[in-house]
């Protein structure tokens, strides 16, 4: 019986050669047809005589030892520091919309510290008629709280494939996003309790953690949807997500997300600072650069089948994929299997929300010929996810941020899928 | 009192919250004292508003870089290892591989004073007094060719110091010159004649597998 995991997705290359080798390849059509009665039928589990856990076993509950390969994951030669660094969300094996707080994806730039509650603050100062600083539990207490689905993507997410086909998963192509159910306040609450001066045009998020992150977020942004949240899918925030608070700016790129907020500074113009000019700008082949690119257009990635998620088996199949805007609402998206001649209009199944990933389906039937899998999204303002090619002709090869081309999977005849790029 | 009564006051209520008059506070929080908003309120703008008092010359920041700085920037700030390079990389915007420094893509000198006062040295930050910010910051902009060795850094004239890309950047004009991904209908049918395979990421083979995270890029 076996009582091992299954493999890491990363040594699929390696679990697929076992497989082949142990004659149990790629089966066509449907279930295949016993001889011998299966043992785990006809023989009685450990699990069905004796005892499972008690009730006090997990207080606080972990995914099945079974799941264990479903994990965060980071790539070491990308940074300098572990703690100025990222790591992946493992989106090649979750489903549905919703990212599970422990596989959110990091990304800090000065370690993700531990913050008591009760020592923590947020001032708000600059051009309001009122500086003032609150406590946990005075913001636990404002009016008007509310709870809010949004993506969190990094603005480098799929950066390392500006140039090319380069890293085998999507959880390392698509990883730095994750989607949660935010709990806080409306960032206009605390604006007004604090009172706006006429000249206020923008804020300053700034974290408490030592990289002491600032951004400039344009007021009408600030007034229009951000929160000032303390809980993510109905806990406190984890750690490493910003524990005990971060703002929370929809649709907008994920470095404005302050984590550990504890101040917002009003004033009449943008600060200019270290996150908005030697990062976050957008360099172009001309050699200059944009700056202030808020905005994550629309994207989409098939997740299975992908790199760490092969095909198994011929016959009936399920593409699964998330597509998202930071422009609104995803109204479409459409499948290849023929690296982009033909499409086919997928499903859109589960909530389909602002600014939220988005779950697509396509049930298709696979002959155990070559595909070249892409996905392409629409959102509510008419906005086309564009090739990568596309994207290229605009902006060039070095501008690191905002990758939101079209993703291509190679499935090969033996079911491996590989990360390429297609003419 | 009536269902209707009740509705019809209920309506009212309802309308008294939508209304604009100015928001009602909550009452919540209390004023921040002045000691506690100059202890965190530490920006500074490209105008020079909130610089503090004090000046460092280059040749007292040369010092400081040495004993704070040059282990992972280089003793020159051309980064050590895979620690970012402060200085060089002129002119290689363009390029193959552009190299992003303070001299060479950096847009303002105070966003150098800013950064390095709230999160420099990487480790230890909040550890340099005003002065040797003023100092540092000078001695990059130095090694960076903006400035002389004998220049002194300071409140009064910072804002004289300007970098040499400061005019390369613009704002986000993705909705104009990406106008045509806004195509209400994509193609469905018959796209292109072919689709081939131009690049492999299995070819560049980086991605980590289990007890190998990967090549180190130095």
């Not at chain 2, 060479?104 to 150098?112: D, I, K, Q, R």
């Not at chain 2, 004289?160 to 390369?168: C, D, G, K, M, S």
């Amino acid at each position: 019986m076996p009582d091992n995991p299954p493999p890491p997705a990363s040594s699929r290359r390696r679990f697929l050669a076992a497989a082949a080798g142990a004659g149990t390849a790629l089966v066509a059509g449907g279930a295949r047809a016993r001889t011998t009665p299966d043992p785990h039928i006809t023989e009685i589990q450990d699990w069905n005589r004796y005892l499972g856990d008690g009730v006090a076993a997990h207080p606080y509950g972990k995914p099945s030892k079974f799941e264990r390969h479903v994990i965060r994951r980071d790539v070491e030669w990308l940074t300098a520091s572990r703690e100025s660094s990222v790591n992946f969300t493992p989106i090649h094996a979750l489903d549905g919309i919703i990212t599970p707080n422990g596989l959110c994806f990091e990304r800090h730039h000065g370690g993700a510290p531990e913050i008591d509650p009760s020592k923590h603050r947020l001032m708000i100062n600059g051009l309001v008629e009122k500086p003032l600083v609150f406590t946990m539990e005075d913001l636990k207490r404002f009016p008007g709280r509310m709870n809010r689905v949004y993506f969190l993507e990094c603005a480098a997410n799929g950066g390392m494939e500006w140039r090319g086909a380069q890293l085998n998963g999507c959880q390392f192509t698509h990883g730095m996003i994750h989607n949660v159910l935010y709990t806080g306040i409306p960032l206009k609450a605390l604006l007004d309790e604090a009172g706006l001066r006429t000249s206020a045009r923008w804020i300053m998020p700034e974290g408490a953690d030592s990289s002491a992150m600032t951004r400039s977020i344009p007021i009408e942004k600030a007034l229009k949807d951000c929160m000032v949240v303390w809980g993510m899918n109905g806990e406190a925030l984890r750690q490493e997500q910003g524990y005990p608070l971060r703002i929370v700016v929809p649709g907008w790129e994920g470095n404005m997300w302050v984590k550990w907020l504890r101040r917002i500074e009003v004033g009449d113009q943008p600060w200019h600072h270290r996150e908005e000019t030697s990062k976050y700008t957008d360099l172009l082949a001309d050699g200059r650069a944009r700056r202030f690119t808020f905005i994550m257009d629309a994207k989409s990635v098939v997740t299975s089948p992908s790199p760490q998620a092969p095909l198994v088996a011929r016959g009936p199949n399920v593409i699964s994929g998330l597509a998202w805007s930071g422009r609104g609402t995803i109204t479409r998206v459409d499948v290849s299997l023929d690296g982009g001649r033909n499409w086919t209009t997928a499903r859109l199944d589960g909530p389909v929300l602002p600014l939220s990933l988005t779950r697509f389906y396509l049930d298709f039937d696979w002959d155990g010929r070559e595909l070249l899998i892409q996905s392409r999204a629409m959102d509510e303002t008419g906005y086309v996810q564009p090739g990568k090619a596309e994207l290229r002709k605009v902006r060039g090869l070095n501008s690191i941020y905002h990758n939101n081309g079209i993703q291509t999977w190679l499935v090969r005849p033996d079911g491996e899928t590989e990360n390429v790029e297609v003419s | 009192m009536s269902r209707f009564r009740k509705a019809l006051l209920a309506a009212f209520a309802a309308a008294l919250v939508a209304s604009p008059a100015p928001a009602k506070k909550a009452g919540l929080g209390r004023p921040a004292l002045p000691e506690e908003i100059a202890a965190w309120d530490i920006d500074v703008r490209p105008d020079g508003a909130g610089l503090p008092p004090g000046r460092g010359s280059v040749k007292q920041g040369e010092a400081l870089y040495l004993a704070r700085c040059a282990s992972c920037h280089g003793e020159f700030g051309e980064g050590a290892g895979r620690w970012p390079a402060l200085a060089g990389g002129h002119g290689s915007l363009r390029g193959e591989a552009p190299e992003k420094t303070i001299g060479s893509f950096w847009p303002y000198p105070t966003t150098a004073f800013d950064y390095i006062r709230r999160a420099m040295p990487y480790g230890d930050a909040r550890s340099l007094s005003d002065d040797e910010v003023y100092a540092i910051t000078a001695f990059l902009l130095h090694q960076n060719d903006v400035v002389a060795a004998d220049f002194v850094l300071s409140k009064e004239n910072f804002t004289t110091v300007r970098l040499p890309n400061e005019a390369a950047f613009y704002g986000d004009d993705r909705e104009q010159a990406e106008r045509h991904f806004w195509t209400q209908e994509p193609c469905m049918k018959n796209c292109k004649p072919d689709a081939k395979i131009t690049g492999r990421a299995r070819v560049i083979d980086v991605t980590p597998e289990d007890g190998n995270k990967g090549l180190k890029v130095e």
